[in-house]
């Protein structure tokens, strides 16, 4: 595949780190048909992927349709910078922290990424074909990276069963501290707060039932990755602990005054909201085509795409469809058919000019 | 059954209260061959019980050998205190917060309890005959309970599959504040802080990993018990989220500073604690009998089973044997033979005379 084709049915991929992420990348896309070939700076790994069939051959194939680097944080801007040089495939990677990779390595054949999939667990080992199914594969577009590197990238990740959700590289880094680095790093302080009561300690351990067990589970993987990611996403992490420790101290305040209004609207909203995460992809959507003329310039349908996220618009299929004159195109997009219509009037209240078909079910 | 004998195979008991934990003691004394009847205010629930097989007849036996009193807090202590008046059975509850309830009931016949199982769901339709397997089920004997009182409570515990764990009622209170009701608390902070970035509400759910939905997932339970729960709980709770609020602000000065050491000090610690959280009791571990000579006073037993919890010792099987003669009696223990002498040693430097025998595996 070359820039500017789609991605054909069976493609080429090189990895670069057959940990759990990398050779679960393998693992999926050599189910869908891809020529795999993995790297790793540890031998023993790249053997071990070989023998897993996590890749077909050990190596660089710089002729890869994609490239994913899938190593530790530090190793992320370099390995990328240097696919980018030495092939003229796509590039991305899966690092759990965006911003200051993808302000390093800004690329029209870039995209970063960061599969939301099996964090807790490391190694070639626990590597899984379906890892990604189901599961939210972020996209952080920056502002030079074009739209068929977007694309392609994008119907790679599809090809794994994820879902792609498309966000600037600052909101990733706000939003994932949210909802893991500050979770992670609050498990562990739980979890130590039990093991500091030394005196009680073997009680308290037997006192852990199932919801304590739950909450502090994440804490039994590696610190590893916690060390890079703690320094790459410092500022937003330590603002969401700041809130959290503000939040917390509210909720003290709500109990040692007896504030029963208080605290069941509290844990209300948080049963609601708790109850309301979503599982899944639903089945049986009602689906909408959406036709949108676009300029082709970098990074249009990565806009888009991001505007979509924004309104809470999921982007099942997506597909560039190029005029064979000037420099126009088409993007086209399956959504949900009920949300067709506000991704029609946001996209018109930008300037451009969709249309909208209904499909059947 | 009557004070003083042993507990029958098969005795009769009194549920107040047919919930989640009252269905599943039903349930669970019935498939041992109990007699079970039960009472709860709702009446549609108690026939519901009565139709799942949780009780054999609705109504009140005040010749029951044991009650269990499982309502909601608030009606603990006067039914607790209604079933000493009125029977001469035993009687414990299942309170999530033992000493204000102790304080109140104190009695010779009244033993506190509290089952470290179930807590996420609530309502009969949940309850299960083996909800209580392999689950610690903590006794909080007072002052004035009787060795038989405590004996009784708990070999009818033994008889749900549970492991009973001895302790003052204020160590349980602040332990459960560490590793149950600030982690509920924390939990429901965690959904919110996520649940409240509006704008990014939809994307930030679909962010969420599993990591993130472990943690939270007590947060879907019902709120109610935890107003009752905060209440009675509320100085131990206020302590504990001071000192996560602390151990926060200490993470967060550590991530500020870019500090790897500290970090990775901090969550290796919490990874060692977590891996080690025990997950049941062994099945092959070889075994010894203490036999302890002891006055027949209120209390003694209850005070060597919290002196065993205390040094770490696991009682598997206790039984009080008394003397025809006189007011002494001995009490009979099974624990892990590795550990007989060190339980051994504790009794004899509080000036009991006890004697070991090991028992082959």
Known sequence: MGLGAPVADAGSVQIQGLG????????????????????????????????????????????ADVTFVATPAAAISRLAQEALAEGNGVVSDVGSVKGPICAAVEHPRFVGGHPMAGSEQVGIAGARADMFGGAVWVLTPGETTLD????????????????????????????????????????????????????????????????????????????????????????????????????????????????RDALQLHLEQARVARVNLPSGIPSDVELAVLRVPVRDRPGEVARIATLATDIDVNIYDLEIAHSTEGDRGVLIMVVAAELAERLRSALAADGYHPSVRHLGI
Chains 1, 2 share one sequence.
């Open 20 to 63: 759990l992420i990398g050779g679960s990348i393998g693992l999926s896309l050599r189910a869908a048909g891809w020529w795999v070939t993995g790297w790793d700076i540890d031998e023993l790994r790249a053997r071990q992927a070989l023998r897993l069939g996590a890749v077909n051959e050990i190596g660089q194939n710089r002729h």
């Open 148 to 259: 068929e590197t977007y694309a392609a990238v994008r119907a790679t990740v599809a090809e794994m069963g994820a879902e792609a959700v498309t966000m600037p590289p600052d909101l990733h880094d706000t939003l994932v501290s949210v909802v893991s680095h500050v979770p992670h790093l609050t498990a562990a302080t739980l979890m130590r707060l039990a093991d500091e009561r030394t005196a009680e300690r073997t009680v308290l351990q037997r006192l852990a039932a199932g919801g304590f067990r739950d909450m502090t589970r994440v804490a039994a993987g590696s610190s590893d990755i916690w060390l890079d990611i703690c320094d790459a996403n410092r500022l937003a992490i330590c603002a969401s602990l700041d809130r959290l420790i503000e939040a917390l101290g509210d909720v003290r305040e709500v109990v040692r005054r007896g504030d």
